[in-house]
């Protein structure tokens, strides 16, 4: 419990040392780092990249494979940020029908980077061609889910807390890496609630691949250092099963939130 506390600790630092550097640089100029939210309202976008490279540094200490598997989540999601600022399009169906004509879209770009991420790291993190490919839906899935809740101001954030938390109170390498997630979403969240910050597709998939890895890596039983009651066959399976229902009903996730969120 006190080594999550710590990771926890460093993540919350770092993302807000980073978010400050960012805001006193403002690298392209301050327009850029600007965005209108649901409601009309300018916000800032440092806290999307400086929770991601937080996420990456601390899953990174734990696993480098999901270290990197977060930084790519993070750039694609980047990428999408930047080149997809304009298009209305969302879900995997309306970019694949997009392909399926011709047009790359940055959602595919975002989709299929992604998920050759989760499959690179889950090839490191497993043993057996089942496992590694259930760890690759697992990581890919729980990035594009965090995403799915991020309509409203601090959803994101909040249901990385509340997904995270139970990794706390356990042993293992799963455990690290949720702590890592918990704390750059406990950094960003007073700014995304108070409608001056948001985190948008780049810290959203970060802190979910993290959410993802974590599950993967595994976390035993409170007296107990083993990865089996996390990252096991039959746990993997039902993550997975999960995130696949979120990706196929994307629409109706989103919704739901947006009107939990009081619109």
């Given at each position: 419990?006190?080594?999550?506390?710590?990771?926890l600790?460093?993540s919350?630092?770092?993302?807000?040392?980073?978010?400050g550097?960012?805001?006193a640089?403002?690298?392209?100029?301050?327009?850029?780092?600007?965005?209108?939210?649901?409601a009309g309202?300018?916000?800032?976008?440092?806290?999307?990249p400086a929770?991601a490279?937080?996420?990456?540094?601390?899953?990174?200490?734990?696993?480098?494979?999901?270290?990197?598997a977060v930084a790519?989540?993070?750039?694609?999601?980047?990428?999408?940020?930047?080149?997809?600022?304009?298009?209305?399009?969302?879900?995997?169906?309306?970019?694949?029908?997009a392909?399926?004509d011709g047009?790359?879209?940055?959602?595919a770009?975002?989709?299929?980077?992604?998920?050759?991420?989760?499959?690179?790291?889950?090839?490191?993190?497993?043993?057996?061609?089942?496992?590694?490919?259930?760890?690759?839906?697992?990581?890919?899935?729980?990035?594009?889910?965090?995403?799915?809740v991020?309509?409203?101001?601090?959803?994101?954030?909040?249901?990385?807390?509340?997904?995270?938390?139970?990794?706390?109170f356990?042993?293992?390498?799963?455990?690290g890496i949720?702590?890592?997630?918990?704390g750059?979403a406990?950094a960003?969240?007073?700014?995304?609630l108070?409608?001056?910050?948001?985190?948008?597709?780049?810290?959203?998939h970060?802190?979910?691949?993290?959410?993802?890895?974590?599950?993967v890596?595994?976390?035993?039983?409170?007296?107990?250092?083993?990865?089996?009651s996390?990252g096991?066959?039959v746990g993997?399976?039902?993550?997975?099963?999960?995130?696949?229902?979120?990706?196929?009903?994307?629409?109706?996730?989103?919704?739901?939130?947006?009107?939990?969120?009081?619109?």
């Open positions: 419990m006190i080594r999550q506390g710590v990771s600790g460093l919350a630092a770092l993302t807000r040392a980073t978010a550097a960012l805001r640089k403002a690298p392209g100029g301050r327009e850029r780092w600007e965005r209108k939210n649901y309202r300018t916000v800032e976008l440092y806290a999307g929770s490279l937080a996420v990456a540094v601390g899953a990174g200490r734990v696993s480098p494979a999901a270290g990197v790519v989540a993070g750039i694609c999601g980047a990428y999408d940020d930047i080149a997809g600022a304009d298009d209305a399009r969302r879900g995997f169906r309306a970019h694949l029908r392909l399926r047009e790359v879209t940055s959602g770009v975002k989709l299929f980077g992604i998920s050759a991420a989760g499959l690179v790291a889950g090839a490191f993190l497993k043993e057996r061609p089942l496992d590694k490919l259930l760890a690759g839906v697992v990581i890919a899935g729980a990035a594009h889910f965090v995403n799915l991020d309509v409203r101001p601090g959803r994101a954030a909040a249901a990385v807390l509340a997904l995270g938390a139970p990794g706390l356990r042993a293992g390498a799963g455990a949720a702590a890592t997630a918990m750059a406990a960003v969240l007073p700014d995304d108070g409608e001056r910050a948001m985190i948008g597709d780049t810290g959203a970060a802190l979910g691949a993290a959410l993802g890895a974590a599950v890596a595994g976390w035993g039983s409170p007296r107990s250092s083993g990865a089996e996390g096991g066959r993997l399976v039902a993550h997975a099963a999960a995130v696949v229902a979120a990706a196929v009903y994307g629409d109706k996730v989103s919704e739901t939130v947006r009107v939990l969120g009081g619109t």
